[in-house]
């Protein structure tokens, strides 16, 4: 069985910094996509930043200059950093990953979900 296991979430000041981790472990045969999406209270699940298995990145608007995507293929881990953080970046931040996993002897791609690590932003 597949899990995504998120950390480096917490309650940090305006203009801080926080470095949000997301490891992948069980039976893998290869990670395609991962991204980072977040969730902030009353609102949709948006995602932020995407990052293929070749390393090509891209990030919403709203993050662009401010987050950084990035993976370590052979720790099945991909990062976040965020930087020069707002009180609007308050959220449930959750990784996000298409896994290809064996299933009865055949390759199968699914989409996995981290439980969210929370982060706030105080002004």
């Known amino acids: 069985q597949v899990q995504l296991v998120e950390s480096g979430g917490g309650l940090v000041q305006s203009g801080g910094s926080l470095r949000l981790s997301c490891a992948a472990s069980g039976s893998i045969l290869s990670i395609n996509d991962m991204g980072w999406y977040r969730q902030a209270p009353g609102k949709q699940r948006d995602l932020v930043a995407l990052i293929t298995s070749g390393g090509s990145t891209s990030y919403s608007d709203s993050v662009k200059g401010r987050f950084t995507i990035s993976r370590d293929n052979a720790k099945n881990t991909v990062y976040l950093q965020i930087d020069s953080l707002k009180p609007e970046d308050t959220a449930v931040y959750y990784c996000?990953?298409?896994?290809?996993?064996?299933?009865?002897?055949?390759?199968?791609?699914?989409?996995?979900w981290g439980q969210g690590t929370e982060v706030t932003v105080s002004s």
């Open positions: 996000n990953a298409e896994v290809t996993v064996t299933w009865i002897g055949r390759p199968l791609t699914l989409a996995k």
